[in-house]
């Protein structure tokens, strides 16, 4: 069982930034991919950014490329989502969620895919 807690949501302006933490705590011995997932009100959950068991693969949503960076430390088993250039249309509770999976290198970022969530962290930018 693997238990995860975003934190670092907050108000900020529209062109600020803002780092998500997500610590993963519990044990599993499955290989298990990272990924981030926003849902604004009256929007499904959408996948925003993953990041393989090894770290060696990630991916991002098209909306944010360019402006989101996902990484890893194992030491800290903490997964972070540095958020720059923030839009008003990235207002939304952020959910980090982990999937297991038996390939390391395997980045998920499909909500049908994960078998652990966070209770999410909001983010709200103003214009």
């Known amino acids: 069982q693997l238990q995860l807690v975003e934190s670092g949501g907050a108000l900020v302006h529209a062109g600020g930034s803002l780092r998500l933490s997500c610590a993963v705590s519990?044990?599993?011995?499955?290989?298990?991919?990272i990924g981030w997932f926003r849902q604004a009100p009256g929007k499904e959950r959408e996948g925003v950014s993953c990041?393989?068991?090894?770290?060696?693969?990630?991916n991002y949503a098209d909306s944010v490329k360019g402006r989101f960076t996902i990484s890893g430390d194992n030491a800290k088993n903490t997964v972070y989502l540095q958020m720059n250039s923030l839009k008003p249309e990235d207002t939304a509770v952020y959910y980090c969620?982990?999937?297991?999976?038996?390939?390391?290198?395997?980045?998920?970022?499909?909500?049908?895919?994960?078998?652990?969530w966070g209770q999410g962290t909001q983010v709200t930018v103003s214009s």
């Open positions: 519990g044990f599993t011995r499955d290989y298990y991919a």
């Open positions: 990041i393989s068991s090894s770290g060696s693969s990630t």
């Open positions: 969620a982990a999937g297991i999976t038996t390939v390391r290198a395997v980045c998920l970022m499909k909500r049908n895919l994960m078998d652990y």
